[in-house]
């Protein structure tokens, strides 16, 4: 099944640790993003990748850094410089980045407390 | 001004009647309009698209589109409470082609 796998689904965190979230498609999908959402808020972008060894920061990048070394792959990192990590945080994906296409699919999510 | 702007609700309809939900959003060179469903503690799920002014239809739901007033709207016939959920606007922008998405309005469909 094609999909985008985002693990682990929980994740506790003790205050200045880094953590790493994964994000993997075989979706072949050439962008990918990744938003946080905090409580009764909508999702807002921390980063995003249109094409392999490039990425753009989003609105909120500080505290967060990416790579996208396959095109299946964008761990996240969510570093000690983040003040407020505890949220939920979404992977997706999008088959083209040009054009009028481009729906973004996503992951089922993971979910980081900060302890 | 918000990029991408949605009445937060909630919007609360009988079961059987039409929800309608509205966005408005700030860059008028974006090109690409979603409407997304996310139920409470899940990861949104892609209901409809739109990219051309008009209306477009998918079942029980319609997209609509007006670039010039800057507005899309969602409607929902045949309101079940299977679609209480929260709806959010996302919109695909020029340059980068981020996505940009609105805070959500909660639909809740009464029995």
């Known amino acids: 099944d094609g999909g985008i796998t985002q693990s682990p689904k929980y994740l506790f965190r003790k205050e200045g640790q880094n953590v790493t979230l994964s994000c993997e498609q075989n979706?072949?999908?050439?962008?990918m993003y990744w938003y946080r959402q905090d409580p009764g808020q909508g999702l807002r972008l921390i980063y995003y990748s249109q094409i392999v060894n490039d990425f753009q920061k989003g609105d909120i990048a500080e505290g967060y850094s990416v790579s996208r070394e396959k095109k299946e792959s964008f761990p996240l990192t969510v570093t000690s410089a983040q003040k407020n990590p505890t949220a939920f945080y979404l992977c997706?994906?999008?088959?083209?980045?040009?054009?009028?296409?481009?729906?973004?699919?996503f992951g089922e999510g993971s979910r980081l407390t900060v302890l | 001004q918000k990029e991408v702007e949605q009445n937060s609700g909630p919007l609360s309809v009988p079961e059987g009647a039409i929800a309608s939900l509205n966005c408005t959003y700030s860059?008028?060179?974006?090109?690409?309009f979603f409407w997304y469903r996310q139920y409470s503690g899940k990861s949104p799920e892609l209901i409809m698209s739109i990219y051309s002014n008009g209306d477009k239809e998918d079942g029980r739901f319609t997209a609509q589109l007006n670039k010039a007033s800057q507005y899309v709207s969602l409607l929902i016939r045949d309101s079940q409470p299977s679609d209480s959920a929260t709806y959010l606007c996302?919109?695909?922008?020029?340059?980068?082609?981020?996505?940009?998405f609105g805070t959500g309005t909660k639909l809740q469909v009464i029995p």
């Open positions: 996302a919109v695909r922008g020029g340059g980068y082609q981020k996505v940009t």
């Open positions: 997706a994906s999008s088959m083209r980045w040009g054009g009028d296409t481009g729906e973004l699919f």
């Open positions: 979706l072949n999908h050439d962008a």
């Open positions: 860059d008028r060179g974006s090109q690409s």
